[in-house]
């Protein structure tokens, strides 16, 4: 016959992660009255926990009559893993003041690991220190704890120390601090590491990799995903292809995205939800919107990330109905909107128009969804506001919201002030932009221009001083292009050598040709200390209108002209554009800082409202 400890064990243990099954087990020991019988209360938190049933597991705390280090660190295990990891603090001060209960290893690696989800560097450093104090300063368990929280607070020095601190390191250790040192853009750092491993399998690859994609080193992702190819590793997992195609994505690389793509449909990753998503978001990142739709359509189970994906595509691209709709099936399918959904919806608004349409969107946050929205989601129904023309409510909803407008927000009022030429809004809108610490280049130009605009020469001074007091240089544009295997670079006011007479050649004629149809510069977001002349030269030479003369010459007849900028493009470049596809008869398709812009016989997807 079981003692009642086995039977307890034994009884919980069938339950088996099952809901159902964990309560019945539940009942039947308190039938049988040994539902607080140790190891009972311990085992049953942690099994309601496994089951996502917190608040279950938080009402057997709560009931047991004597709460020990057991219970306790079965509680914080399951709170620090739950979506309210934050509720670990009111629970430790609870063990510490009101059970006076000193932390074993058990609890301390569970505060570092809510310390980590929480991105609470304090409260991870004094984890650290009680547990350099405590009996257990040289367990394994805890410093991999620590180590993960130093990663994710932003600081892998600290994770060094404490690695280098370990007398036996895992895999699992090298490969936590490899990812903490690429994710958090030092790549060198994690490239040395990495190859000083005794052994490096598919999951420290993975690290590095996606690691890199996340510091913004898609280039190097790629050359190392390669690199690991040629190694020989079996690719088992699709996290990895998920990772290396958002490098593709980032680097508007659609050529290698469809190798990626036929790649992991050869693997047999094309039923993964993840690489579904990978690729929808990195066809419409590399303006081919039409894939992104055709994948997401395969894909057997979309969860939220994929319905928003899809959404937020289409809304880029000037889509406008068709982000509704896919919005009014996902609502129809049972899945709940979040924040990044409405922030596609109102964005498909405010680059068409929709101004009602935008204004019961931003409505149903709160009251249809319960959500509250952020500064991103204000920042952009701001601009929907806008851009529209509604300039008043859009300031007064700036005063009113309960986040301190920033520079987005300020500069979003601003340029559509300039649009509507509402000067004494603009020079308020302005004054306020100057009061904050101003870190795009862009913000500087657009004030310097509405200062001299509106005569106001002693603020156009004050501009220029902050931008060379702070160092700030305006960004220099630039545009990529793919033809055939080669990718060309254009920065603006650069014509390569190798090209550089026939483009020239080519842009003289073309202006020819565009005043014969009425074109006349428009020269309004060029800086005001130049002359006309030199303003209208400096937009001959803009990178996207280069990349676009190089793609006509190069590419052949009839093919998609695909180039990406890393700027807005002015308001002059999209006239051109326009001008160009409709004389040369080619689909342009230019994807800058904002949207994509797709232009075909002399007409633009945004229906010029950007």
Not at 426 to 444: C, F, G, H, M, Q
């Amino acid at each position: 016959m079981l003692s009642p400890a086995a039977a307890v064990v034994a009884a919980v243990r069938a339950a088996a992660g099952s809901r159902p099954a964990v309560r019945c087990a539940h009942a039947r020991l308190l039938k049988e009255g040994l539902a607080l019988h140790p190891p009972a209360p311990s085992l049953l938190v942690s099994a309601y926990a496994k089951c996502r049933l917190l608040p279950d597991a938080r009402q057997l705390f709560d009931e047991s009559p004597q709460r020990d280090l057991h219970l306790y660190s079965s509680l914080l295990a399951a709170i620090s893993n739950s979506d309210s990891p934050a509720l670990v603090l009111p629970l430790l001060r609870r063990m510490l003041s009101v059970d006076a209960l000193q932390p074993d290893h058990f609890v301390l690696a569970s505060i570092a690991s809510a310390s980590a989800r929480l991105r609470s560097l304090s409260l991870g450093k004094q984890v650290h220190g009680h547990f350099v104090a405590s009996p257990y300063s040289g367990d394994n368990v805890v410093k991999s704890s620590l180590i993960d929280m130093y990663c994710k607070c932003g600081v892998p020095e600290e994770a060094r120390k404490v690695f280098d601190s370990m007398t036996a390191k895992n895999n699992i250790m090298w490969t936590a601090l490899v990812s903490g040192y690429a994710s958090n853009g030092y790549t060198d750092e994690a490239l040395q590491l990495f190859r000083s491993m005794p052994g490096r399998g598919l999951f420290t690859w993975t690290a590095l990799i996606s690691g890199f994609v996340k510091a913004g080193e898609s280039v190097r992702a790629v050359e190392l995903f390669v690199d690991m190819r040629r190694d020989g590793v079996t690719i088992d997992d699709a996290f990895l292809l998920s990772a290396i195609t958002g490098g593709a994505a980032d680097l508007a690389a659609l050529v290698l995205g469809r190798q990626l793509h036929g790649l992991s449909m050869r693997l047999g990753f094309l039923s993964s939800m993840m690489v579904g998503n990978a690729l929808v978001d990195m066809y419409s990142k590399c303006s081919d919107i039409h894939s992104a739709r055709e994948v997401f359509e395969e894909i057997t189970v979309c969860d939220i990330i994929s319905w928003t994906t899809m959404i937020v595509g289409e809304a880029q691209h000037g889509r406008a109905e068709d982000a509704f709709a896919l919005y009014d099936r996902m609502v129809l399918a049972g899945v709940k909107p979040n924040e990044v959904t409405f922030v596609g919806l109102i964005y498909a608004c405010s680059h068409a128009g929709l101004v009602q349409k935008g204004r019961q969107l931003f409505d149903s946050v709160k009251q249809e969804y319960g959500i509250n929205p952020g500064l991103q989601l204000y920042t952009c129904y701001i601009d929907l506001l806008s851009r529209s023309g509604y300039l008043s409510e859009a300031e007064e909803l700036i005063t009113r919201m309960p986040y301190e407008p920033d520079e987005a927000v300020w500069g979003s009022l601003l340029s559509a002030c300039k649009k509507h030429n509402n000067a004494e809004m603009s020079i308020r809108v302005a004054d306020n932009l100057l009061e904050l610490r101003l870190k795009y280049p862009s913000t500087y130009v657009l004030l310097s221009n509405v200062y001299a605009v509106n005569g106001k020469w002693g603020s156009v001074d004050t501009v220029r001083k902050l931008m060379a007091n702070t160092k700030i240089l305006k960004e220099p544009g630039y545009s990529r292009i793919d033809v055939g295997r080669e990718s060309r670079l254009f920065h603006a006011g650069e014509v390569p050598f190798d090209v550089r007479e026939e483009i020239l050649a080519f842009l003289d004629e073309l202006v020819v040709e565009m005043r014969q149809r009425g074109y006349v510069p428009d020269t309004s977001s060029v800086m005001h200390d130049l002359e006309e002349h030199e303003k209208e030269h400096h937009l001959f030479l803009h990178s996207e209108r280069l990349a676009v003369a190089f793609g006509i010459l190069k590419s052949p007849p009839g093919s998609v002209i695909r180039v990406v900028k890393n700027l807005r493009v002015c308001g002059d470049c999209h006239t051109v554009m326009k001008l160009m596809s409709e004389i040369f008869q080619r689909k342009i398709s230019v994807r800058d800082a904002s949207r994509f812009h797709h232009f075909e016989d002399g007409k633009c997807s945004c229906s010029d409202f950007w």
